[in-house]
């Protein structure tokens, strides 16, 4: 079974990882773990001019690398080699985007998504991408990992 894991380095994003190998752990097949960084570079495009678009997204993929430490140090204590995978863009129309190019079994996130006005207009990440996307997730509640 193929789990795609959208992280951002979170407490909460750790937490669903975690619930994801459990789950792993009583099925009878092995498992593949993606865990998915994704950085909305939006932001960041007129900075692209001054510094170049490899200083940026070099800049992205270290803060990716520090996010998911946590992630991985964990895995590496449970055996787990999980594949990490970096991407920039709208975040959820990239997690989405890597969906539909990967087509995992079940997508697992934390459901702890941006608080306040943000979240009543546009919606949280965890909203968008388990509204849109075409294979199933399951919404970690958020709390002590």
């Given at each position: ?10 407490d909460?994003?750790?937490k669903a ?7 792993a ?7 593949q773990f ?7 570079d939006?932001?960041?495009r007129m ?8 200083e940026v997204?070099?800049?992205l ?10 992630s991985?140090?964990w895995?590496a204590?449970a ?17 989405l985007a890597?969906?539909d ?5 079940l ?9 306040g006005?943000?979240d009543?207009?546009i919606?949280?990440?965890a909203?968008?991408v388990s509204s ?14």
């Amino acid at each position: 079974m193929h789990f795609l894991l959208p992280s951002d380095g979170s407490d909460a994003a750790l937490k669903a990882f975690q619930h994801a190998v459990a789950l792993a752990g009583k099925l009878n097949e092995p498992s593949q773990f993606t865990l998915l960084v994704v950085h909305d570079d939006s932001g960041l495009r007129m900075v692209k001019g001054f510094v170049g678009k490899g200083e940026v997204n070099a800049y992205l993929k270290e803060m990716a690398d520090k996010e998911l430490a946590k992630s991985l140090k964990w895995a590496a204590k449970a055996g787990i080699t999980p594949k990490t995978l970096f991407k920039t863009g709208h975040v959820g129309e990239t997690i989405l985007a890597v969906i539909d190019k990967q087509k995992p079994d079940l997508v697992v996130m934390g459901n702890k998504g941006r608080s306040g006005l943000a979240d009543i207009l546009i919606g949280s990440v965890a909203q968008r991408v388990s509204s849109k996307s075409t294979v199933p997730v399951l919404l970690v509640p958020a709390g002590d990992a």
